[in-house]
């Protein structure tokens, strides 16, 4: 028989998982060389923060959500790649594959806990929040295809 898990084992699961995002763009903003991409792991670590926000939010009881957000393309870039956790000297290349990972990652997370839920209201908030990760996967893999595969 399957492990189901409650609404709020799923919405504490949800927040566990944004702060661990969150914590890895802000290291990823501290050890990048590149301005520009400082500035969007900043960017990105304040994203996360406003997930984690809207899932306590439900979690304490708010149960007006958003619908779900119209799906994003994706460039499948990632699902060729492979990449560990970069280290502070990681290049590039390196640190770009690693997100992609992650957001894929969350993507497939939202969306698999959102299959597990009956309240419509969650269910569409955490395929809303599956959308906003694949926009993040989206970015990364743009930047990618311009900086790194123009380059070769």
Known sequence: MANV????????????????????????AATTRRQA??????????EERKHKKLLFSVKEGNRVLKPGAEPVVDLKISDYTVGDTPDPDADYQTILLFAMKKEKAA?????????????????DMLLGLAQ????????????????????N
């Open 132 to 151: 906003e990760e694949a926009k993040h996967k989206l970015y990364f893999e743009t930047e990618y295809d311009e900086v790194i595969l123009r380059d």
């Open 5 to 28: 898990m409650t609404i709020d084992e799923i919405l504490d699961f949800a927040i566990d998982s944004e702060q661990a995002a969150i914590e890895l763009y802000v290291a990823l």
């Open 107 to 123: 993507f497939r997370l939202y969306t698999n806990l959102a299959a597990q839920v009956d309240d419509a209201g969650v269910r």
């Open 37 to 46: 991409m400082k500035a969007v792991f900043e960017a990105f670590a304040e």
